[in-house]
């Protein structure tokens, strides 16, 4: 595997990357620790605390596919400009809200803000990561959403305990606006653009490849299936996680808020350290074996199924420190899966990896709807906390046979007439 310089152009962009993925992630979870100020100020139910949760997911879902798109067809840099700035407004109306309904405006704000980033983040690494090291790039990116993760219920706990929940809203959105800024000063589109860029750093990137006039939807889609319900299944998991583990701790273990936020951040870095290791993982597969489906495919089968297991001590006794493990070990080895999951739609279909990565997260913005609703409703109607996880481990369980179906080692072919693309400079 290449390594490069930590001030080289590419190790730049993706460090750029890594800092958005954890602003994105610091935007959209730190609601979920606030939920403690801004729900009891405005009287809210669990569902409608859930239902704030999920309202961000619907834009999102919507602008998955369609974000994709644009950053194939236009580029990520515009894409992402345009998005950082969506999203840098919802999250300080956020800290604005007062009551319900403008908490939801909000967040659906939010949603349509966010709903292109992944999609364009990927279609920015088709051109600037080496296709040796996709696993990794995607890995480390999503790691570092993960610190987002648990950085926020520490950071939001202790700005609310001073400043008020509010204030914890202004604060993320005066960061993403700083993010956009260093974007636009620092990103090309096509890398032999770049003032840093160097022949031997271009000589391992993909070749350029000519522009498609037409995405063929209807057959993408259909390939890309199989890979989209697979992520549903760890989607449903993750913004399981994201939503209700630091109420879990607040209310089923009756903690006071810096205890289950420390629980609650030692789940999420138990996530970063899954994240890293999943995206070296899947590419030392690939090196050592040069085989996509055991590479990408079989690797996150068997994560799904660690996932699975790590779940059932929790489910067998109520015990603080048996359900901080269990739900560690369980979000470690689902994340595992996030370095060979999103590379798939780059081995898949390198010349709409946009579109084709926006397809896949479908699956998880769809989860993001019904995950956190259906189970605030599980745990006002039967006062369980610990219920609403059966369903991860039933989807995990599916994950674990649909995991086969989704052959990443068959590149997307069409019909259509294109222009030829180069080969790459860096091979397969």
């Known amino acids: 595997m290449r390594r490069y310089r930590i001030t080289s152009a590419t190790s730049i962009v993706l460090l750029m990357l890594c800092v958005m993925y954890f602003i994105t992630y ?8 606030a939920a403690a100020g801004f729900g009891k100020e405005f009287g809210l139910s669990n569902m409608q605390i859930g239902l704030v949760f999920s309202a961000f997911a619907y834009p999102y879902l919507v602008f998955q596919i369609i974000g994709g798109w644009v950053s194939d ?15 840098a407004v919802a999250t300080l109306l956020t800290g604005l809200a007062g009551g319900l309904v403008s908490l939801l405006a909000a967040r659906l704000l939010l949603g349509l803000g966010e709903g292109a980033t992944f999609p364009a983040a ?13 696993g990794f790039a995607q890995g480390i990116t999503h790691a570092a959403s993960r610190i987002g993760n648990a950085v926020a219920p520490g ?18 959105g005066a960061i993403s606006l700083l993010w956009v800024s260093i974007w636009w000063l620092t990103f090309t589109d096509h890398p032999k653009d770049h003032p840093r ?40 998991t993750l913004w399981l996680f994201l939503s209700w583990i630091p109420q879990y701790f607040l209310h089923s273990y009756h903690l006071d808020l810096k205890k289950s936020a420390v629980f609650a951040s030692a789940v999420f870095f138990a996530g970063v350290i899954g994240d890293t290791l999943g995206g070296i993982a899947t ?15 079989w690797m996150v089968s068997i994560c799904m199924l660690l996932t699975l297991v790590s779940l059932i001590p929790m489910m067998l006794t109520h015990d603080l420190y048996v359900s901080m493990v269990s739900l560690a070990t369980g979000f470690f080895f689902s994340e595992m899966t996030i370095g060979p999951m999103w590379a798939i739609p780059m081995d898949i279909a390198p010349q709409y990896s946009g579109t084709a990565s926006g397809m896949m997260n479908t699956g ?19 006062g369980s906390w610990e219920l609403p996880f059966v369903g991860s481990m039933l989807l995990m369980a599916l994950g674990v046979i649909l995991a086969f179906r989704m052959q990443p080692d068959s590149k997307f072919e069409t019909n259509t007439k294109m222009a030829n693309p180069a080969p790459s400079r860096a091979g397969t």
């Open 122 to 134: 990927t279609s920015a690494m088709s051109r600037w990561v080496a296709e040796d090291r996709r």
């Open 26 to 33: 610091l935007d959209r979870v730190n609601v979920s620790t």
């Open 283 to 297: 590419d030392k597969l690939y090196e050592r074996t040069r085989n996509l489906k055991r590479a990408r495919s």
């Open 364 to 382: 998880s913005a769809l989860a993001a709807i019904i995950s956190p609703v259906l189970s605030g409703f599980l745990i006002d109607r039967y």
């Open 155 to 172: 950071a939001i706990v202790l700005v609310l305990a001073t400043y008020g929940w509010r204030a914890s809203f202004f604060i993320c």
């Open 197 to 236: 860029i160097t022949g031997t750093e271009l000589d391992t990137l993909p070749a350029p490849r000519a522009k498609s006039a037409h995405i063929p939807w209807g057959t993408l889609f259909k390939r890309m299936m199989p890979v989209t319900i697979v992520y549903f299944c760890y989607g449903w």
């Open 73 to 87: 067809r236009y580029g990520a840099r515009r894409t992402l400009l345009a998005c950082g700035a969506l999203w």
